[in-house]
């Protein structure tokens, strides 16, 4: 299995953007982004099936957040702008996922992707300072 790489993490002031990337996503049914503070449960923030091409976003990233896709280069991309400090915290990509996240119901239910599902990056670090 190819490795899932993330990068782009840092630390910002608030209404700074940043744009992560992950290399090794491939061309799956159903990747994602995902958040998660050591001791707390993993959140979706946005997935997309690029068969279909439809993308789901957490609505506390809506409008916000850009969720995309380069089959060329096997990787996955999210735009973040207008950053707020609640959206510090460990970012994670996914790929391999079941369909079902990839959906309004399925990226609000941790159970449905947990770390044996699906391909999983080492997760990257973002911090917004207000």
């Known amino acids: ?23 090794g996503s491939g061309y799956t ?15 979706g923030v946005a997935t997309i099936n690029p068969r279909r091409g439809s993308t789901v976003y957490a609505d506390s990233v809506k409008g916000r957040f850009t969720i995309s896709q380069d089959n060329a280069s096997h990787t996955l991309y999210l735009q ?7 959206d510090s915290d460990m970012y994670y990509c996914a790929a391999e996922l079941p369909l ?10 941790p159970d449905w ?4 599902v699906g391909r999983w990056g080492q997760g990257t670090q973002v911090t917004v300072a207000s």
Do not use: H
């Open 1 to 23: 299995q190819v490795r899932l790489v993330e990068s782009g993490g840092g630390s910002v002031q608030a209404g700074g953007s940043l744009r992560l990337s992950c290399a």
């Open 29 to 43: 049914d159903c990747m994602g982004w995902f958040r998660q503070i050591p001791g707390e449960a993993r959140e």
């Open 80 to 86: 973040m702008e207008n950053l707020k400090p609640e």
């Open 100 to 109: 079902v996240v990839c959906t309004a119901a399925g990226i609000g239910t």
């Open 113 to 116: 992707y947990p770390p044996g």
